[in-house]
């Protein structure tokens, strides 16, 4: 019997009412003869409760107890869908991450998946019943409970329907599907028929929060159709599969704003060989990840060297660049935590020209600076200032009319 693993994020089991609303669905999809895997979220807002608990208790919480902790608001929800399928009249069975040998490593806070144990989930479907899943947290193979950072449960979900061999992994959100642009931050977003794993890949890395990257990553390598939907509604949402043909008529498919950045530029470095090593080993011991590097010869003797972080990694990432500075000859450390990330993504990219022009035009037109831009094959991407983040997602979105259905556009 085919298997079909739904995903509930945390607005989707926010109280007992959403509970019997999603687990209504599940219960369709079992009638409709499949068997049903559930992967659900802590309710509402509860990992942001949890994590402000651990703060006023201590400020640099252990990060092994802060996994031990943020894995029971999963652990919480799955009981109470399997309660709510049992009084529906409904056999069900809940499991944590590490009942079914979620096996991750032991980065704590931001676990990778190494392998799953699919046995106990099929004995117990073959059984008839339906299986509930503690999303967003595995087990290390000494036991420890790790999580896979935040959002994460969308990775346990195209994780588990790889492992399962499923045929569809449905996401059920707050969101009709996978928008244009967050439709939060511009309302004439557009919600799109389909999209192909590298530009979701794409956007999740800039920011659009709706899919965790790492579930993307998985469905593209395990062949997972992914089938972002409306928890609160049956329309069809947006399905992530493999690039089709008429994907390339699209210049680009969305943009995405990413205001949590910030950016460090050392000015005058040494024009030698060996000092970005230096530098980016720096920063890799101290566990920052860098995006973005541009580095820029300014004369036979300087160099400038920057890059983006993650705004919470920015003391850390500065106190790094302060130590390597003198070691390099660099001049000074230039910061910036003012600043958004905006940048527009289509696999059209690689077969237009005037991307970059019409991007920077719509930018220009609204007296919008910008600050450095970086591209990849199928990105274009610029650094803005932060109180000017909407305004320029909001003329980039006009520009390439993401306003208006991908058919109305594939012209363009
Ligand atoms: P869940 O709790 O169901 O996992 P999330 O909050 O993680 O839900 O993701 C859904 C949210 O993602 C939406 O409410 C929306 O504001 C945001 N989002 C960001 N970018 C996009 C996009 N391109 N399309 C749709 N939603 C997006
Ligand atoms: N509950 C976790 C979080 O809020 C995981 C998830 O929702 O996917 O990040
Ligand atoms: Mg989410």
Do not use: W
């Not at 990553?217 to 062949?223: H, V």
């Not at 910030?262 to 860098?290: E, R, S, T, Y």
Request: proline share 2%.
């Amino acid at each position: 019997m085919a298997i079909i693993v739904q995903k509930f994020g945390g607005t989707s089991v926010a109280d007992a009412g959403k509970i019997r609303r999603a687990a209504e669905r599940v219960i369709k999809t079992k009638k409709a003869g499949f068997q049903v895997v559930v992967v659900a979220s802590a309710r509402g807002k509860q990992t942001d409760q949890l994590v402000a608990d651990a703060l006023e208790l201590n400020p640099n919480p252990p990060i092994r107890e802060i996994d031990q902790l943020l894995s029971t608001g999963e652990q919480q929800t799955v009981s109470l869908f399997a309660m709510a399928l049992e009084a529906m009249g409904h056999n069900a069975i809940s499991f944590t991450g590490g009942q079914i040998r979620m096996l991750t490593d032991s980065a704590y806070t931001k676990a990778q998946i190494k392998s799953i144990d699919a046995e106990r989930i099929h004995k117990q479907l073959d059984q008839g019943k339906i299986v509930t899943v503690a999303g967003f947290q595995g087990i290390d193979e000494h036991g420890n409970i790790t999580t896979l950072g935040r959002g994460g449960s969308d990775t346990s979900a195209v994780a588990l329907a790889a492992a399962l061999g499923a045929e569809e992994c449905e996401i059920y959100t707050d969101v009709d599907g996978i928008y244009t642009t967050d439709p939060r931050l511009f309302k004439n977003a557009v919600k799109m028929e389909q999209i192909s794993y590298d530009e979701m890949l794409e956007m999740a890395s800039l920011g659009a929060g709706v899919m965790h990257i790492r579930a993307v990553g998985f469905g593209k390598k395990y062949d997972v159709k992914i089938h972002v939907r409306n928890s609160a509604k049956e329309t069809e949402g947006t399905i992530i599969t493999h690039e089709v043909p008429q994907m390339e008529g699209v210049v680009v498919t969305g943009a995405t704003v990413q205001k949590d950045m910030a950016k460090i530029a050392l000015v005058g470095v040494d024009n030698i060989p060996g000092n970005a090593a230096k530098v980016f080993a720096h920063l890799a011991k101290a566990k920052v990840v860098v995006n973005d590097i541009i580095q820029t010869e300014v004369s036979a003797e300087k160099a400038n060297l920057s890059f983006m972080i993650g705004l919470s990694d920015l003391a850390i990432a500065k106190e790094a660049a302060e130590k390597i500075k003198s070691e390099v000859g660099c001049q000074s450390v230039f910061t910036r935590d003012d600043i958004a990330l905006l940048s527009v993504v289509g696999v059209g990219m690689r077969t237009h020209y005037g991307v970059a022009d019409r991007m920077f035009s719509a930018l220009a037109k609204a007296q919008i600076n910008i600050d450095s831009i970086t591209t990849s094959e199928i990105r274009i991407s610029c650094t803005v200032d932060e109180d000017q983040a909407e305004k320029a997602l909001e003329v980039v979105c006009l520009a390439f009319e993401l306003d208006k259905p991908a058919q109305e556009r594939a012209e363009a």
